[in-house]
């Protein structure tokens, strides 16, 4: 008969379990409607492979990193951490669709309403003006800010960079 003492840490059952638990901690279940960090994979003319964790791997499509800049795409490089919001868990191929753009947005409007709230400066870049105010954006969210909540020079051009009171 064998003996009942054996560990329990040599038995295939409970090494299984482990193994599965580490894997459970490791994989965070995506949802939807999150914002959630990855690591590019690969870089192409169609867009982004990131891997998400566990063995997820999301794609960003080209049209959904408008938001960057052409020198802030161009720094992208495989390994770098991108924050990327999850539009779709499975696309015509099986693959998390994703978007940088709206992890921008999302990030852009937590920004603006801590800065509403506590009265700080935001740094935005100028796309338009007119006789009341300019038209900026912060992190992919464009907004109007009238010319009273501007701090410094009113004479900005589109394209440069503006700072905006949060009051």
């Known amino acids: 008969m064998a003996s009942s003492s054996s560990s329990h840490e040599s ?5 299984d379990m482990t193994a599965l638990l580490a894997l459970e901690e490791e994989w965070k279940q995506v949802r939807t409607g999150e914002i959630i960090d990855g690591v590019i994979v690969s870089i192409n003319s169609e ?3 990131v891997n ?3 063995k997820s791997e999301g794609l960003v499509p080209s049209t959904e990193m408008q938001s ?6 161009n720094s992208l490089s495989v390994g770098d951490r991108l924050s990327t919001y999850i539009l779709r868990l499975e696309n015509s191929e099986g693959q998390i669709e994703l978007s940088v753009d709206r992890a921008r947005q999302e990030e852009g409007w937590a920004l603006l309403k801590r800065a509403e709230s506590s009265g700080e400066s935001v740094d935005a870049i100028v796309i338009a003006s007119n006789r009341g ?3 900026v954006q912060v992190k992919g969210v464009e907004c109007f800010v009238p010319h009273s ?19």
Do not use: Q, R
């Not at 038995?11 to 090494?15: I, R």
């Open 47 to 49: 867009g982004v492979l």
């Open 52 to 54: 998400v964790g566990g």
């Open 133 to 135: 105010g300019m038209v």
């Open 11 to 15: 038995s295939p059952e409970l090494l």
């Open 149 to 167: 909540h501007l701090v410094g020079s009113k004479s900005n051009l589109a394209g440069s960079d503006a700072h905006s009171s949060g009051s």
């Open 68 to 73: 960057l800049t052409l020198e802030d795409f």
